[in-house]
């Protein structure tokens, strides 16, 4: 496979010091629609996004559902390391270091199943109501990794204990995780924006 199995979008980096953004969309999006809220959490970065292979009623979608919240596994396995596989080769392609993950919903429970399964894939992740991917993940490597887990405490998707068990599950696997409940459903509020952009200038600060 190459890169270009996802139409994806890359915008190359305005400042060389900040890190790169893997963005990924949730259901029904597409390469373009976390280019904005990426470049307002950290203007400057390199921005790869790709657009879900995997279409419900047409919607694009980064794995296969059998019902809302309950997820083929075998098929989030197979789409993660095909993720994978293209960060990899846009890494050559582009020439950027190994990216943040920036996923909303759909695209937060890849980012989740990347970090599990291919641990070196990304740097670290921000991940925007995201739910367990796997419910008997292979124990991960994870140490060194910074996640920000952020969730709606009127979630109509995503219940608190699910959320609660994957912040426990990265943090398990060695990850430094810092898990928020905004007062929001499932949708993206101003707090995930401003708490997102505060998280990687504070990543970057530390990497520096
Ligand atoms: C999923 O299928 O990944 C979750 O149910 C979130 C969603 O896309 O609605």
Redo the contacts with the bound molecule.
Sequence with gaps: MTETAFIHRFEPAGNAGSPPLLLLH??GGDENDLLGLGKMISPGSALLSPRGRVLEHGMP???R?LA??V?DEEDVARRAHELGDFVAEARQRYGIAAPIAVGF??GA??AAALLLLQPDVLAGAILL?A?V?LSDPPEAALGGKSVLLLSGQADP??PASNSARLAALLWQAGASVTHKVLPAG?QLSQADVTLARDWISEADARAA
Excluded: Q
């Design positions: 949730g259901t979608r980064f794995f559902r809302e919240g997820f919903s759909n429970n890849i109501r739910m991917p998707i995503v499932h």
